[in-house]
């Protein structure tokens, strides 16, 4: 089986994926800065879970550029999955440095430690963000996204706009997955689902920006990795037929980009009724205005990924909040 190195091996997605991938037998190594930005214990028992032993973990920082080049010496990878960065939309307003430290310098310095070490196969998370307010829906990978809405949306972006120079340079087969609000078990604590589900079990307000008009293309994590399974599944298929394939004025034979997202976009204050009758218990609401950074609606065409990996996401909000909730009820022995 192929050796995999995960960055952001203790995140809520590279948890998931690290743990699908281990079961199928890959050898993983995971490294992950365990950083505050939200609560490290939430890091550390996902960790617990990876404990096998095709699995190995570093705390690390990606701007570690000695200590990166010191784990592909030692292990070798045979592809790249890279999953840490900063993430938030509404945090990059409060900590802007954060997001060019993390998803510029350390992407850089990962894409680049790849291509050092002969490793030409890179997976990177990109995001529905890069779209911002684009007036056309469902949003194509073919779309300009030139008008990014956020910082956090003007760095992946850029990190698209890297991996498209290292593919065209080096003929790096770089594939970037562009995310729509993922969500699920072992969640982030800072989304909006994870944040709400607390707020009402201790009967707390919570604030629905936009009045809650706002439509989110919601995709429940195990539709994620299903989806990235397949794409390591096909990866060859990936590589130009020709070795010497023409370049086009815009693209690259060895750049790749794919939506992942659920293509059912729901209004906040729906997803909040769903959240309720799967809590059983009603939230006090409280409606807002717009926040500077935020979107008003996001939604995947999933054609291209769909006709590479035969699969779509699948699994409704209803499922996957439900099983949210079970997991967050006995994970913080909740009774019920």
Do not use: C
């Not at 920082?61 to 999953?83: A, C, H, M, R, S």
């Amino acid at each position: 089986m192929k050796k995999i190195l995960i960055t952001g091996a203790a995140g809520f997605i590279g948890f998931h994926l690290s743990q699908r991938l281990l079961k199928e037998g890959y050898e993983i190594y995971g490294i992950d800065n365990l950083n505050s930005y939200y609560d490290p214990a939430l890091k550390q028992a996902r960790l617990v879970q990876l404990q096998v032993s095709n699995f190995k973990f570093q705390q690390l920082d990606l701007q570690n550029y000695e200590g990166l080049t010191k784990v592909f010496t030692e292990f070798q990878p045979d592809i790249v999955i890279n999953l840490a960065a900063q993430a938030g939309v509404r945090y990059s307003l409060e900590n802007p440095r954060s997001y060019i430290e993390s998803n510029l310098d350390g992407f850089f310095n990962i894409l680049e430690a790849s291509r050092q070490h002969g490793v030409n196969n890179f997976i990177y998370a990109s995001s529905s963000s890069v779209y911002g307010n684009n007036e056309k829906s469902p949003f194509s990978e073919t779309d300009n996204v030139d008008h990014p809405v956020s910082l956090y949306a003007a760095t992946k972006k850029s990190n698209e706009l890297i991996a498209h120079t290292y593919s065209h340079l080096y003929k790096m087969t770089t594939v970037g997955l562009r995310f729509f609000t993922v969500y699920g078990s072992w969640g982030r604590p800072d989304m909006a689902y994870y944040f709400f589900t607390k707020a009402i079990l201790e009967g707390k307000k919570i604030q629905l920006f936009n009045q809650g008009l706002n439509l989110r293309d919601y995709t429940y994590i195990d539709d994620i990795v299903e989806s990235i399974k397949r794409m390591l599944d096909g990866f060859d298929s990936l590589q130009p037929a020709v070795e010497n394939d023409q370049y086009t004025a815009t693209k690259s034979p060895y750049y790749h980009l794919f939506n992942i997202g659920g293509s059912n976009p729901v209004p906040v204050l729906e997803f909040v009724e769903i959240l309720e009758n799967a809590l059983g218990k009603k939230a006090i609401r409280e409606l807002v205005g717009f926040q500077a950074g935020d979107v008003f609606s996001t939604e995947a065409e999933t054609k291209t990924l769909e006709s590479f990996i035969n699969f779509k996401p699948t699994i409704t909000l209803k499922e996957g909040l439900g099983e949210f909730v079970e997991w967050y009820l006995r994970y913080y022995r909740i009774p019920h």
